[in-house]
């Protein structure tokens, strides 16, 4: 490759500005999103079986569907939760299993033994990803418009406009309120007139309907003939013939009133104070966020401009992209800043305007290439894809600032030399080494493919996003740098006169340690009794958390509580919401939650989207909420999360960072360890929104009916049963077909709403001749307390005490809960404890990320003796690679930063960017050591690099420093990872300039120069 530079100048410039033109145009296509698509290996089954016992659904229902989708091949882990008349079952399947099939396998399972479980169960199948959740909130609002109205113009005209958007997978209307034609019976009418409910029944069925008679052939043309008896209107229902004996025709008006009105909906949603209806978007799998989210907005700006009626008006109170969007700019912000700054290091140090040029061209050649790469692979921008890019400007400035160096340091060297003929010279000089630095960089990054579970999902994609980034530096920075270089410079073949004459130090200060390795062993002792001290007081948690501007607080009242009075309370918080100035806007739903859960009426959440110009933290917001509501509705259990952490939660095993598990026979005695643990769990410091894992549903009145005095009568315990639904939530006995739409008849007694207990035992049941027996003489009424509801994980009963973290990190809450739980809970015989949540997935993603850690050392060690073939450097090499471990390690204590996923990466970056440096300098050396002593090979080394190694650190760290510091949205998750590798930057520093070559010195002390 003497020429290559020379000769193929103007077909590589022309590849070059290809590859930036195809990075532009492959930027502007790529599909945004805050995470990588990524599909967990979660199944969720809910089984509804009406209002079935707990203990009956747990054998007829749960046990049976268990061991149905136990035989599913790659389940890891089973668990579900046994309610009244419902259960949930989460499979989980293994990371590695196409999700898509285990889903069928598990409803082919379910099918096999759906013929065992009870009538009329039904049975709900969903695999569990980011897109079942919404991520567009719209709230819809009608100044003097009914709920009904408001309902209608949501189904019938918004859903169907906004369904239309590319990418929209389904719009749900949440709340409102559903038209019926309302049949309310007058049971003294119908007893002297001998009707029952039965009749009635009868009687629309057989006259509101349309059928089919056959065809008829009339002068060569075939006509389909129709009878239609429909009800068409409120008008015909009030006439419908009910009985006619000879004597009088009878009308269903004559024996009840017919009104419209409302379907009753355990129900309740608002939005900011006051009632509304909720519309939610879902986005497809792999559709782009952001281009979905601009054509609902351009959709929503039409309907509110033409398409409603006058007075209707939809306002957005949720925008994931909105979050998206500034998380990804302020990422590619910190990028292009850190990039800037670097740059202007470049300019201080080399004092050579073409130089820093050269390094300004190169880098977003570089970024242009890693894009055009990214593109072709199918990957998209996300919060981690930049964040690699913006991780690795450190190791792509190294890469421009090495061969730059060289090149500007031949000709401070030789000034006379043209620079076609020093160019060449320079690269080859350096290709060896480039090589193996890079490889021992991108070597790292091979054994994350080792990272399972949801850190393995994202991480693995940080990890890829950086081989490629670094593998494309190297091309950029070995065939097209050269070539930039090269068209600076024009057509002199003298040197430029911007070059000044450079002449080498003399080392004083190099010699001064060499000479004095003491102080390199002091230097290194203290290391490791730093890490040795920070070791065990380090913080430690799991995946780094976001600052998302938005929190989701769930809530439940006391079991059996009214929807009335759950409103009432919640009522009474919303009045706290305006103390506190950081809220924007809020929803609430009450008796539905976002995502796929069985709800009781009592549960609910509230979704409250933060200002954006706030000065406190989501996480000062939520303490200061919590407090207020704890002080002013004590009977609400309550907890806290933000929307992307929660929705991460509902997909993996636990919501919640903490989750003790306790297994066991008996309900009773879990109940009671339940109690005990979650009152430990309260008492330590660090920890919030504690559950004890016990839910009760609400009391029943239990009617048990006495066949003997139904038979007397000629009731059947069917038509019992249907009489007493009728008057509590009344029976749909037909439709009413209106326009596009069908309206549901309901006949219901009048008032069932307020029906009470007392009112309902002095009601009265139809006997088949008309007449009127009281319900006492016919069953038994007892009302029941609520019953626990019954989980169970890998078919052993099990119940969860969670809790989240507030203020102190995840490793030492754990460790001193484990303390206070080893020491005052007494475990009955087979009884035992396991803990879960963040903590497993934690301990589970440390043991692999030491393996990860192990073995890109390994990984190093073994380039290293490709490369030198002395196993002595090699080994040197790799040990002050580890001590650079120190670095990160010391500044994660300082900045009081949690060791965790992110952190534990950039440690593992620190072993080769260290080793990289480390090649230069031992070339150098090695080089100058066949003519000169190893006293003076060491200083000239050392002196020689010493401005390329100043400028790649310093480049490194101010690049970082804008997501070190956490500067804008969405840089939290990165920014452990930043200040590891920054950490790392600073002692490699000493490492390199101070022990590296003390080392060395005392290596080769007994060297002789060949010359």
């Known amino acids: 490759m003497k020429n290559f530079f020379v000769?193929?100048?103007?077909?590589?410039?022309?590849?070059?500005?290809?590859?930036?033109?195809?990075?532009?145009?492959?930027?502007?296509?790529?599909?945004?999103?805050?995470?990588?698509?990524?599909?967990?290996?979660?199944?969720?089954?809910?089984?509804?079986?009406?209002?079935?016992?707990?203990?009956?659904?747990?054998?007829?229902?749960?046990?049976?569907?268990?061991?149905?989708?136990?035989?599913?091949?790659?389940?890891?882990?089973?668990?579900?939760?046994?309610?009244?008349?419902?259960?949930?079952?989460?499979?989980?399947?293994?990371?590695?299993?196409?999700?898509?099939?285990?889903?069928?396998?598990?409803?082919?399972?379910?099918?096999?033994?759906?013929?065992?479980?009870?009538?009329?169960?039904?049975?709900?199948?969903?695999?569990?990803?980011?897109?079942?959740?919404?991520?567009?909130?719209?709230?819809?609002?009608?100044?003097?418009?009914?709920?009904?109205?408001i309902n209608q113009i949501a189904n019938y005209t918004v859903k169907p406009y906004l369904s239309q958007v590319p990418g929209v997978s389904e719009i749900r209307v949440i709340g409102g309120k559903t038209k019926e034609f309302h049949v309310e019976l007058q049971p003294q009418k119908m007893s002297a007139l001998s009707v029952t409910p039965a009749m009635i029944t009868t009687a629309l069925s057989e006259s509101n309907f349309i059928s089919s008679n056959g065809y008829l052939n009339d002068y060569n043309r075939m006509y389909l003939t129709v009878t239609d008896a429909n009800v068409k209107n409120l008008e015909e229902l009030q006439n419908l013939v009910i009985s006619n004996n000879g004597k009088r025709v009878l009308h269903l008006q004559d024996i009840a009133n017919m009104v419209i009105a409302e379907q009753t909906e355990y129900v309740r949603v608002n939005a900011n104070g006051e009632n509304a209806l909720l519309i939610a978007v879902v986005k497809q799998p792999n559709a782009n966020l952001i281009d979905i989210t601009t054509g609902v907005e351009k959709r929503i700006a039409e309907l509110?401009?033409?398409?409603?009626?006058?007075?209707?008006?939809?306002?957005?109170?949720?925008?994931?992209?909105?979050?998206?969007?500034?998380?990804?700019?302020?990422?590619?912000?910190?990028?292009?800043?850190?990039?800037?700054?670097?740059?202007?290091?470049?300019?201080?140090?080399?004092?050579?305007?073409?130089?820093?040029?050269?390094?300004?061209?190169?880098?977003?050649?570089?970024?242009?290439?890693?894009?055009?790469?990214?593109?072709?692979?199918?990957?998209?921008?996300?919060?981690?894809?930049?964040?690699?890019?913006?991780?690795?400007?450190?190791?792509?400035?190294?890469?421009?600032?090495?061969?730059?160096?060289?090149?500007?340091?031949?000709?401070?060297?030789?000034?006379?030399?043209?620079?076609?003929?020093?160019?060449?010279?320079?690269?080859?000089?350096?290709?060896?080494?480039?090589?193996?630095?890079?490889?021992?960089?991108?070597?790292?990054?091979?054994?994350?493919?080792?990272?399972?579970?949801?850190?393995?999902?994202?991480?693995?994609?940080?990890?890829?996003?950086?081989?490629?980034?670094?593998?494309?530096?190297?091309?950029?920075?070995?065939?097209?740098?050269?070539?930039?270089?090269?068209?600076?410079?024009?057509?002199?073949?003298?040197?430029?006169?911007?070059?000044?004459?450079?002449?080498?130090?003399?080392?004083?200060?190099?010699?001064?340690?060499?000479?004095?390795?003491?102080?390199?062993?002091?230097?290194?002792?203290?290391?490791?009794?730093?890490?040795y001290y920070i070791s065990s007081r380090l913080e430690t948690g799991f995946l780094p958390e976001m600052d998302e501007g938005s929190i989701v607080l769930d809530y439940t009242s006391p079991p059996g509580t009214s929807l009335q009075e759950t409103d009432r309370m919640l009522r009474q918080v919303e009045k706290l919401f305006p103390s506190v100035p950081e809220i924007e806007t809020y929803s609430r739903r009450t008796g539905t939650q976002m995502g796929f859960f069985i709800t009781e009426p009592n549960y609910g959440d509230y979704l409250i989207q933060l200002r954006k110009d706030r000065k406190r933290s989501t996480e000062e917001v939520i303490d200061e909420i919590r407090k207020k509501v704890e002080s002013t509705q004590p009977a609400l259990q309550i907890d806290f999360g933000q929307v992307i952490?929660?929705?991460?939660?509902?997909?993996?095993?636990?919501?919640?960072?903490?989750?003790?598990?306790?297994?066991?026979?008996?309900?009773?005695?879990?109940?009671?360890?339940?109690?005990?643990?979650?009152?430990?769990?309260?008492?330590?410091?660090?920890?919030?929104?504690?559950?004890?894992?016990?839910?009760?549903?609400?009391?029943?009145?239990?009617?048990?009916?006495?066949?003997?005095?139904?038979?007397?009568?000629?009731?059947?315990?069917?038509?019992?049963?249907?009489?007493?639904?009728?008057?509590?939530?009344?029976?749909?006995?037909?439709?009413?077909?209106?326009?596009?739409?069908?309206?549901?008849?309901?006949?219901?007694?009048?008032?069932?709403?307020?029906?009470?207990?007392?009112?309902?035992?002095?009601?009265?049941?139809?006997?088949?001749?008309?007449?009127?027996?009281?319900?006492?003489?016919?069953?038994?009424?007892?009302?029941?307390?609520?019953?626990?509801?019954?989980?169970?994980?890998?078919?052993?009963?099990?119940?969860?005490?969670?809790?989240?973290?507030?203020?102190?990190?995840?490793?030492?809450?754990?460790?001193?809960?484990?303390q206070e739980i080893k020491s005052k809970v007494n475990l009955p015989q087979g009884y035992h404890i396991s803990y879960g949540g963040a903590y497993q997935e934690q301990q589970q993603s440390f043991s692999e990320l030491l393996i990860i850690l192990l073995s890109a050392v390994l990984l190093v060690f073994t380039v290293m003796i490709f490369m030198f073939k002395d196993i002595k450097v090699a080994l040197l090499i790799i040990a002050i690679s580890i001590l650079g471990i120190s670095g990160s390690m010391i500044a994660l204590f300082i900045t009081n930063t949690p060791l965790n996923v992110g952190s534990y990466t950039g440690i593992i970056m620190i072993i080769g960017i260290i080793g990289e440096n480390a090649i230069f300098t031992f070339l150098q050396f090695h080089q100058t050591l066949e003519t000169n002593t190893p006293d003076e090979a060491v200083v000239y080394a050392i002196s020689t690099r010493l401005r390329p190694k100043l400028m790649t650190a310093i480049g490194a760290i101010i690049a970082l420093s804008p997501i070190a510091l956490g500067i804008g949205t969405g840089a939290q998750l990165h920014q452990p990872l930043a200040i590891a590798v920054i950490g790392g930057f600073v002692i490699a520093l000493p490492l390199l300039l101070i022990v590296y070559p003390s080392m060395l010195r005392l290596l080769f002390k007994n060297s002789i120069a060949k010359s």
């Not at 509804?48 to 890891?76: F, Y």
């Not at 199948?125 to 909130?137: A, H, R, T, W």
């Not at 977003?364 to 921008?381: A, C, Q």
């Not at 009617?703 to 939530?729: H, R, S, V, Y």
């Open 304 to 531: 509110n401009k033409t398409v409603l009626p006058r007075g209707v008006n939809i306002s957005s109170y949720y925008v994931q992209a909105d979050f998206v969007n500034e998380s990804i700019r302020s990422v590619s912000d910190s990028l292009w800043i850190g990039l800037l700054l670097a740059i202007v290091v470049c300019v201080i140090f080399l004092r050579s305007a073409k130089s820093s040029a050269v390094i300004l061209i190169t880098i977003p050649l570089t970024i242009s290439l890693t894009i055009l790469t990214l593109y072709v692979l199918g990957y998209n921008f996300n919060i981690m894809t930049l964040g690699a890019i913006a991780a690795s400007i450190g190791l792509i400035i190294d890469d421009a600032i090495v061969v730059v160096e060289q090149i500007h340091r031949t000709h401070e060297e030789h000034p006379e030399t043209p620079t076609k003929e020093l160019l060449s010279k320079s690269v080859n000089y350096l290709l060896p080494a480039m090589i193996g630095s890079s490889i021992s960089t991108i070597v790292i990054f091979f054994p994350f493919i080792l990272l399972s579970g949801v850190a393995g999902a994202y991480f693995k994609i940080l990890a890829n996003t950086m081989m490629i980034t670094l593998i494309c530096s190297f091309l950029v920075t070995w065939i097209g740098l050269p070539v930039i270089y090269l068209l600076l410079s024009g057509k002199r073949k003298s040197v430029d006169t911007e070059i000044a004459i450079h002449e080498r130090k003399s080392g004083k200060w190099i010699s001064f340690f060499i000479l004095r390795p003491v102080i390199s062993f002091a230097f290194v002792l203290a290391l490791i009794a730093s890490v």
């Open 7 to 149: 000769s193929h100048k103007n077909p590589v410039a022309v590849v070059l500005f290809i590859i930036l033109a195809a990075g532009i145009f492959s930027y502007t296509k790529m599909q945004s999103s805050l995470f990588p698509e990524v599909t967990f290996p979660k199944i969720k089954v809910i089984a509804d079986n009406g209002l079935q016992p707990v203990g009956k659904m747990m054998i007829t229902v749960t046990k049976p569907l268990e061991n149905a989708i136990k035989r599913v091949p790659g389940l890891k882990n089973i668990r579900s939760i046994t309610s009244r008349g419902s259960c949930e079952i989460s499979a989980f399947m293994g990371w590695k299993e196409d999700i898509d099939l285990c889903k069928q396998q598990v409803e082919s399972s379910i099918n096999q033994i759906k013929d065992e479980l009870p009538p009329g169960t039904n049975i709900s199948v969903e695999k569990m990803n980011p897109s079942i959740l919404p991520v567009i909130g719209y709230v819809i609002k009608g100044k003097g418009r009914s709920r009904i109205e």
């Open 645 to 818: 952490g929660d929705m991460l939660g509902d997909l993996m095993a636990s919501t919640q960072p903490i989750e003790i598990k306790i297994y066991g026979d008996n309900v009773n005695v879990l109940q009671d360890l339940a109690r005990k643990v979650a009152e430990i769990t309260e008492n330590v410091k660090g920890t919030a929104d504690v559950f004890d894992g016990i839910t009760i549903a609400g009391p029943s009145i239990n009617i048990e009916p006495n066949n003997q005095k139904l038979a007397q009568f000629g009731i059947t315990p069917a038509d019992f049963q249907a009489q007493l639904q009728t008057q509590l939530e009344g029976s749909v006995i037909g439709n009413i077909f209106e326009k596009e739409q069908q309206t549901a008849i309901r006949m219901i007694y009048p008032d069932a709403i307020n029906t009470t207990i007392d009112r309902m035992k002095n009601g009265t049941i139809f006997l088949p001749n008309g007449k009127l027996q009281p319900l006492v003489k016919l069953a038994k009424i007892t009302p029941e307390p609520g019953s626990a509801e019954i989980e169970r994980e890998n078919l052993q009963s099990m119940i969860p005490v969670t809790a989240r973290l507030n203020n102190r990190d995840l490793g030492s809450v754990m460790t001193e809960l484990q």
